[in-house]
């Protein structure tokens, strides 16, 4: 027989390999995508085939393939991009549809009979989109094909498509070598994806949240809200302890009726994504707000993790409009009205913590410390503090912002804090903050009778060592009677409550007398690791260090190289110590701006960001302290900076004109300013930033982000490097609807998802971003990081650095460029830090914010103080060790993206689009 051929138009196509595949001993097919339609047709047919043998292509980039076979959680990262292609085609609807097909899918793979090998793009962006198959035969027969189709509905019955056959072993034979060919160079399917096949042959989505309640008790289970979220179909998931810190928060809601944590996470391992997630689950199991508190410079950040990672929308309460803003920062209500702030149109509401620190108890503060909220979270809840005066002893006086926290909280059912460093300078700081947490929640400290310990600061110097234990047995145990800790907690607390008939709920234990003999001596031998391991404030904070994952094998150590270094071929003449010369200009300019800080700041002292922001802008260029200064002569106005680049100290209240002496300043800086921008002189920083890109081949090699502070200095190198490299598009990463690509002269508008997905597919190399913009910014395809200016607290390069040094990244080491000028406040700090401790980044995670606070007064008083600041960081080390913070990481009962029961997308966003 001759060559056969099939058209659609002719005649159905579904028969002609069904037909040829009844008892076959092996099919060998190259099929298209990776798909739940894969072989959807002839589904049937196969159960009487021995062997069958599947290459596709799943769009998998090599660089995806490369981590799989280098990262041990590489394989669990393909799964995550071949599952993530699949959802983003496929809904609910699809489920209900064709769950049939799911569960033959899942059938012939579990089965071992069906093998399926996903082929990459080759090294030239070409995938595997050929269609073509062998169908062989005990008896040696082989019946080969080629043609346009895939063995799916869509294909056969929709669609115009052509197949030509063959029995010719010559034409088998030639087919053969194109699928082994293609055999070799895949990835074999994970086992993950198979589970996920299972799980979507059974999904069934709950007919509304009040169905969902009632079949679980009154509860919503968390795996029901999050399986189906848009951070599944993006490529990524919930690592495992966000899932558990999530499910933390569930089950103590189950117990107490109220959820109550701290979240002290190292930067970079999704804080804000595991606080987010326990906030959509727990806003569902009662029909009550959800208020968000965070610093200015973050509140686009959450709004934008909420609609990305978890698809829900949230709106932000803009302090200057005084109105609530949507995702494109547009008006979801009246401007002007700051009575709304206590009136959000949708469930969760974000509000700047300059709100409560310069608000007013009669005005917008005072409207939100009066209502009940379902969820409170507090973002960089340390900046909530107490003083003590300056010798300590004192009654603490709570700032406004632990003073409101406490209010709230009192009110409130849920309350999460989350903050990388608890503990700033003292250990009372973190009590502090744990009395905020037990506010209406004797769970978390106890009550203040019944010799409740834990009430007390006192008690903190237990776990500091500067208090020795108890001794005396009833005293012992009066540290674990008020509040008593679940059974879940120790065996010993289990026979506590078993013995006493204890309701999970109480929380007031038995007297040390009427604990069993058993039970007293058991927690006698056992008090020790007990007062270590089980003490309320462990109970109440949780924190994971990236080490401590790294070691547990979920996250893959990426060593950091930190640049400039000697050996990198730079002109010792851009440098004065680390430091990047400028001329006399730049110098005249940076004087006259430390002035009029020094005078601005003596004058009007509740001034915030303003007292400073000079001096920080012209730190990061010349170009972005220009237009500073002549923003500040024209009138000294929140309005001259973006909302998001306003610090946490917020907008002055009293908008004052500068006088005749700051004015003469601001002028002197204008001039030098615009003499060093409109000069025909590189800047040193972006001629170090070229020579990395060239001589140090980190373009071709690495690809790079380029970070600031601020966006016009963001604007200024994209503008460098599209000049140095006309035909390499450069993407701005910016906040809001700021975002462009530019490649020479021409620029283009574009989402900010646009660009993380050309940068994950490699079209885009150069990226800068402003930090503003940055959070959950996942670059791992990206293995350098400029930091063009240094934020007066180093602690936040560790935010920076994490966007590269991600879960994901294939590289060993990735390269970090640290760029400030010579003699300026980030010179002085970077070349104390890094002359006492050698690597900078060995010490940026234990840096407090209030160092930054003690920086500004140096340097508006004594810069040599700025000089000193090194010899105070290890003495400013949290003096709790890490065993005193809960480790809870792992997710073994949590396996979420395989549940069968989830909540409609649409059921969701209507609850969430609800108001107060």
Known sequence: MGIERFSSRRQALGPVLAERLDHASRYLRIAGYFRSSLLEVVGEALDTVGEVRVVCNGDLDPY????????????????????????????????????????????????????????????????????????????????????????????????????????????????????????????????????HVAAMASRMEYRSIEDAREANNGNVPAEAVLADRPIYKGGQILRSWQKRFVQT???????????????????????????????????????????????????????????????????????????????????????????????????????STGLIVNGDDAAERGALAKKSFGVIILDEAHKARASRGMNGREAPRPNNLLDFLRKVAAKATNVILGTATPIQLDAVELWDLLVGLTQGAPQVLGTPFDGGEWVREESIRLLTGERPWPQHETSRWGLFRNPLPPATEDPVFRDVRNSARLDGKVVLGPRFDELDRDVRDDFLREFTGLAERHNPIVRRVVRRTRPMLEERGLLKRIGVIAHPRADDGLPPALFDGQGLVMGLAFTAAYEAAESFSRLYASRQPGAGFLKTILLRRIGSSARAGLETARHLLG??????????????????????????????????????????????????????????????????????????????????????LCAAFPDEPVALYAGGSASFVQRGSERRTAAREQIKASIQNGDIRLVCATDAACEGLNLQRLGAQVNIDLPWNPSRLEQRKGRVQRIGQVRDNVHVLNLRYAGTVEDDVYAALSHRFGDIFSVLGQLPDAFEDQWIDAVLRDRQAVRNFSQRVEKARPPMELRYMRDVADDRGLDWEYTERVLSSRDLDEWMRQGW
């Not at 932000?316 to 494109?328: H, R």
């Open 64 to 195: 995806d393939v490369k981590v799989a076979k280098a990262a041990r959680d590489g394989h669990e990262a393909l799964a995550r991009t071949l599952v993530s292609s699949w959802q983003s085609t496929e809904d609910g609807l699809d489920l209900l549809l064709s769950r049939e097909r799911y569960r033959r899918l899942h059938d012939l793979l579990a089965s071992g009979r069906m093998k399926v090998r996903v082929v990459p793009r080759d090294s030239d962006n070409v995938f595997v989109h050929g269609k073509a198959g062998v169908i062989e035969h005990a008896d040696g027969r082989a019946y080969s094909f080629v043609g346009s189709v895939n063995d799916s509905a869509s294909a056969f019955r929709h669609a115009y498509e052509i197949l030509w056959g063959d029995e010719d072993p010559a034409a088998a034979e030639w087919v053969r070598d194109e699928f082994e060919h293609f055999w070799q160079q895949g990835i074999d399917l994970p086992d993950a994806v198979v589970k």
């Open 249 to 351: 928060c569930v089950d103590d809601y189950r117990l107490h009726g109220k959820a109550r944590y701290l979240i002290a996470d190292d930067v970079g391992l999704g804080k804000t994504l595991s606080m987010a997630a326990a906030a959509l689950v727990l806003s569902l199991l009662e029909d009550k707000p959800v208020l968000v508190l965070a610093p200015a410079t973050l509140i686009w950040q959450w709004q934008e993790e909420l609609e990305d990672k978890l698809g829900i929308p949230s709106a932000v309460w803009s302090t200057t409009k005084k109105c609530w803003l949507d995702g494109e920062r547009r008006p979801l209500t009246q401007r002007g009205d700051p009575s709304l702030v206590a009136k959000c149109p949708w469930r969760i509401g974000i509000v």
């Open 635 to 720: 009138r000294i106005d929140a309005s001259a900076v973006p909302e998001d680049e306003i610090g946490d100290e917020g907008v002055p209240t009293d908008n004052a004109s500068p006088d005749s002496q700051e004015i003469q300043l601001l002028h002197e800086v204008e001039r030098n300013l615009a003499a060093v921008v409109d000069g025909v002189d590189v800047d040193p920083k972006v001629q170090v930033v070229l020579h990395y890109l060239r001589e140090g081949r980190w373009l071709e090699e690495n690809g790079a982000i380029i970070f600031s502070q601020y966006r016009t200095t963001a604007e200024w190198v994209l503008e460098a």
